[in-house]
Structure formats: structure tokens, C-alpha cells
């Protein structure tokens, strides 16, 4: 039983990862996907398109905010996070009390040594 197995080497792709925010924590991103490996000038247009579309972002980014803050959207945000944190806040003093008293309860269980 003689059968022929041709192999056929595995291709992986090529991926160009750019740091697309240098001046803050590492946040790569994929600028492009190659199934062969890519020239000089691909590398360089894969780059050069991928930080180009993160200003443009930026910039959009940037504008979507102006909008909104001249519409009073963001003071209307600020609200409701000034709202949930008075929340959280207002729990956490209810269980500080409840903690509270309940060492003081167990406290109260163990009686003065007297000399």
C-alpha cells in the first residue's frame, strides 16, 4: 500500500502591528495582513495608512466631543456620574455603620478583667 503524501508547508500570514499611542501605555494596533511577505514600500503604505487613520480618528474624536459639550450633553454626563457616585457613597456609609455596630456588639461580649 503505497500512497504519495505531499506536504505543503504552512503559510502565516504577515502582520504589521503599530503603536498607534506612543506617548501613553502600548496600544497596538493591526495596520495590515500579508499572506506573503511584504516589501519595503507595503510595510512603509501599511504604516503610513494605519497612523493616518488614528489622527484621523483622533481628530473626529476630538470634534465629536467639542459637539457634544456645546450641546451640554457632557454636563448631563457629569450629572448622572455625580448622581451614581452619591449613591455608592451612601451605601458605603450604611455599611460602615452596620459594620460599626456590629463590633461594637461583639465587644460588648467580653467583660472587664478586674485587678
Do not use: Y
Request: hydrophobic share 35%; proline share 3%; with cysteine.
Amino acid at each position: 500500500m503505497n500512497k504519495d503524501v505531499h506536504l505543503t508547508p504552512l503559510r502565516r500570514p504577515w502582520h504589521v502591528f503599530v503603536d498607534t499611542s506612543p506617548d501613553t501605555d502600548t496600544d497596538f494596533e493591526v495596520a495590515a495582513t500579508f499572506d506573503e511577505e511584504p516589501t519595503l514600500e507595503e510595510l512603509n503604505t501599511a504604516i503610513v495608512e494605519c497612523l493616518e487613520g488614528s489622527e484621523r480618528e483622533d481628530e473626529l474624536v476630538a470634534q465629536q466631543m467639542q459637539q457634544a459639550l456645546e450641546e451640554g450633553q457632557l454636563a448631563r454626563v457629569s450629572e448622572w456620574i455625580g448622581e451614581v457616585l452619591d449613591r455608592v457613597d451612601d451605601e458605603d456609609e450604611v455599611e460602615d455603620d452596620e459594620d460599626n455596630e456590629r463590633s461594637d456588639e461583639d465587644f460588648d461580649m467580653f467583660e472587664e478583667d478586674s485587678v
